[in-house]
């Protein structure tokens, strides 16, 4: 039975959401790479100002970031929605983070009407560039969730998932620096960088056989050289290695670096490495929190059949933020047909009336999520608590 004060929460995202809708296909209309979301932060900032939030801008230096902030002035929980609103090269809004972010604010608008009650604060993150050099890895870093009580966010999908598990990450660049030499004349006086980039491909792919099965390697050359009759005197690859946790990450990156090295020994060529984009830790879903926002969707009418386990979807930068803070991160159904993400008919689907009420609906599901929370110590006490068993361990 919906207490009367949930029912306000659900009925207040209600009350706006023609607003909600209108932000959602603007900034669908008008997809922004990561750290270049101008448009998009300044509507959602717009809205939270609009809805009584204060809104620190460009928060850590990063332009396109944003915190807004609701405080009741009363001791209480500190409740974290997130943001996303980058979109792809070429494909634009594939993944739905015009959705993303507008049920971020959605819910925190309607948590909002009751929050005088309880005590607290709320706030709504603005984080770029998920798609590449996601801002809540620096944001983890600085300490900005860890007095956060909570942290949720849903992704739209084909199907409803409950928060399940994600890769631990790191994006390593390999640059081979040799000597250029006529390929015909006089091949014996350079030195093959192309050829260093191959070996390393090949003792990766030897190493494949020695890692475990959660274990992701996959690259692309870069630069692989000018011309077919000039020794290549420079090459590069760029590389993803993943795995389910960030130990064993950081285990099997060495042993890609040393891979690397190998290579440059092998062929004479200078080697330097870089991470080209962040690393992403795993996702920690915390399960007392997903519980709770499965038993809304199950309130809301959705049926136990519908929803399915969560499964691995690769890396999201979520995991930096689910090991400062409880975290969730399950996929809520917007699209009748089995379209993929990042392709363009997900894109398409995403931008119908349908996707768009959707959307609202995992608004009222976020929002009543957090209404549970903070309106039942006990509850709060068990997240809290498997939390803080888990990352103990």
Avoid at 193 to 206: E, G, K, P, R, T
Avoid at 321 to 345: G, Q
Wanted: hydrophobic share 40%; proline share 4%; net charge negative.
């Amino acid at each position: 039975m919906t207490s009367s004060n949930k029912q306000l929460v659900i009925d207040t995202i209600e009350s706006h959401a023609k607003i909600f809708k209108q932000i959602s296909r603007t900034i669908g209309a008008n997809p922004e790479l990561g750290h270049q979301e101008f448009k998009s932060a300044a509507i959602l900032i717009e809205e939270l100002e609009r809805q009584g939030f204060s809104v620190e801008k460009g928060t850590l230096g990063i332009p396109t970031a944003f915190i807004g902030t609701y405080a009741t002035g009363k001791p209480g929980p500190t409740v974290a929605f997130l943001c996303e609103y980058d979109a792809l090269p070429e494909i634009g809004h594939a993944c739905g983070h015009h959705l993303i972010c507008t049920m971020g604010i959605a819910a925190a608008v309607g948590l909002k009407a009751v929050m005088d009650q309880f005590g607290g604060t709320i706030r709504v993150y603005g984080t770029p560039a998920e798609e590449t050099k996601g801002a809540k890895v620096p944001m983890s870093e600085a300490g900005l969730f860890d007095d956060c009580d909570f942290a949720l966010m849903a992704h739209p999908y084909y199907t409803f998932e409950k928060s399940g598990d994600s890769l631990a990450l790191d994006a390593i660049r390999f640059e081979y620096f040799g000597k250029p030499a006529h390929a015909a004349a006089s091949p014996y006086e350079g030195v093959n960088a192309l050829d260093a980039v191959l070996q390393l491909f090949n003792s990766i792919n030897a190493l494949r056989q020695q890692t475990r099965s959660d274990a992701r390697i996959h690259g692309i050359i870069d630069n692989g050289g000018k011309a077919p009759n000039v020794i290549p005197d420079y090459a590069s690859a760029q590389f993803y290695v993943r795995s389910a946790t960030r130990a064993y990450t950081n285990e099997l990156a060495e042993k890609v670096r040393r891979c690397a090295e190998g290579a440059a020994l092998q062929t004479g060529c200078r080697l330097e490495m870089s991470n080209y984009e962040f690393s992403y830790d795993e996702l920690l879903t915390n399960e007392a929190l997903s519980e709770c926002f499965t038993a809304n969707l199950l309130e809301l009418g959705v049926k136990p059949e519908e929803i399915e386990t969560g499964k691995d979807h690769g890396s999201l930068d979520l995991g930096n933020v689910s090991v400062r803070c409880p975290a969730i991160h399950p996929y809520v159904k917007i699209v009748e047909e089995r379209f993929l993400l990042h392709t363009v008919e997900f894109r398409d689907a995403a931008m119908t009336e349908r996707a768009l009420e959707r959307m609202i609906f995992a608004a009222k599901t976020l929002a009543a999520t957090a209404y549970d929370v903070v309106s039942d110590p006990a509850v709060l006490a068990r997240i809290r608590e498997e939390f803080e068993l888990r990352t103990r361990k």
